[in-house]
């Protein structure tokens, strides 16, 4: 197998995925032997991100037997998808104990299955270990990210995810939608690494259809099609979000189409202070004020235009050239490296309410 771009030459002993038992020796011997550079050298993110996995094992045993779930939202998850069961196909009638349902139909399918499968939603414990299991999923696609970029020292991805209790709470002690979402979402940015962009759409809009928080990350991705294939050549790509869209909403956009659209992508819904995080230093009537609410958006917005006009196309002198085909630009579009996915990230919102 090929290294992937932008991986730089393999050191000796350090073998890839179809090395045999005496190439993972030596590369367990080396290691060892250059024990010292094991958290610092990148072209050991490999090791230590398995060994942190293994570590994230325990962890997430130890953390579903000793510490107590607390109940947010998840009766409120299969209060609202059992209204789909018993026939509900009305947004505007399918609710929970926090209130109506706020999220698109991909999160009503996901849960539904989930519903079934810990006899309906009794079982906490069951849920718990599916998403613990998410959980080492999705930090398995967090983890191939990043080994593509040979620039993050090992020892970060500990802070990442062992040492981090708000993650383990998210995952296996709240038992939110979120990681639903991030996982299509992470899975979605190792494909379009792959160059599989047809896929790699389709998982972004199944992570949107979990959560809407996720569009928060639909500028970088547009700006990444365009860049590679140009308007025309994106408009498909564009099409497959879309019309995943449609299909997983058509049962309810056949019985009640605005109820849908209004309830599952409501960009005024207001959040309750008492949940936020990053603004919990503010008092509660400036938080819930909209006048912080627009500065927020306008904030957010002056940030994309800046990225656009003075980051993302800094090297082609002007944004018109993201419009054309990429057969006829002076510079044809590369294959798209690691380093194109991250600094597109930083200017996106989490997919965590605030």
């Not at 994230?56 to 299969?78: C, F, H, P, Q, S």
């Not at 209204?83 to 009638?93: E, K, L, P, W």
């Not at 979402?181 to 759409?201: D, P």
């Not at 308007?231 to 979000?241: A, D, H």
């Amino acid at each position: 197998m090929a290294p992937a771009p932008g991986s730089g030459p393999r050191r000796k002993g350090m073998g890839g995925p179809g090395s045999g038992p005496s190439s993972l020796r030596q590369g367990l011997r080396r290691a060892w032997q250059e024990k010292h550079q094991v958290f610092l050298a990148p072209q050991y993110t490999g090791l230590v991100a398995a060994c942190l996995c293994l570590a994230e094992v325990g962890v997430n045993l130890w953390v579903i037997r000793r510490v107590a779930y607390t109940e947010i939202d998840w009766k409120a998850y299969m209060d609202e998808v059992e209204g789909v069961v018993n026939g509900t196909f009305d947004y505007t009638q399918l609710k929970g104990d926090t209130g109506p349902l706020v999220y698109p139909a991909g999160f009503v399918y996901i849960f539904l299955g989930l519903y079934y499968v810990t006899n309906r939603g009794t079982n906490i414990r069951l849920a718990q270990y599916l998403f613990a299991a998410l959980y080492l999923m999705t930090l398995l696609l967090v983890f191939r990210i990043y080994s593509r970029t040979r620039k993050v020292p090992p020892y970060v991805f500990f802070f990442m995810c062992c040492a981090s209790y708000r993650i383990h709470s998210i995952y296996i002690l709240r038992l939110f939608n979120d990681p639903v979402a991030m996982a299509f979402l992470f899975l979605a940015v190792n494909l379009f690494l792959e160059e599989r962009w047809s896929w790699g759409c389709c998982c972004f809009s199944l992570a949107v259809s979990v959560k809407m928080n996720v569009l928060l990350f639909a500028p970088g991705l547009l700006f990444l099609l365009l860049w590679r294939f140009g308007l025309l050549g994106s408009l498909p790509k564009l099409g497959i979000c879309a019309l995943l869209q449609v299909v997983l909403g058509l049962p309810f956009l056949l019985e009640n189409p605005v109820g849908y659209l209004t309830r599952s992508f409501d960009l005024g819904r207001q959040f309750l202070f008492k949940w936020t995080v990053n603004w919990r230093f503010l008092p509660e009537e400036v938080f819930q004020h909209r006048a912080f609410h627009l500065a927020l958006l306008t904030l957010h917005l002056a940030a994309l235009a800046f990225f656009a006009l003075h980051r993302w196309h800094r090297s082609e002198g002007s944004l018109l050239w993201l419009l054309k085909d990429p057969a006829e630009r002076k510079s044809p579009a590369q294959p798209l490296m690691v380093n194109h996915i991250l600094p597109l990230g930083l200017t996106m919102g989490r997919a965590r309410s605030p």
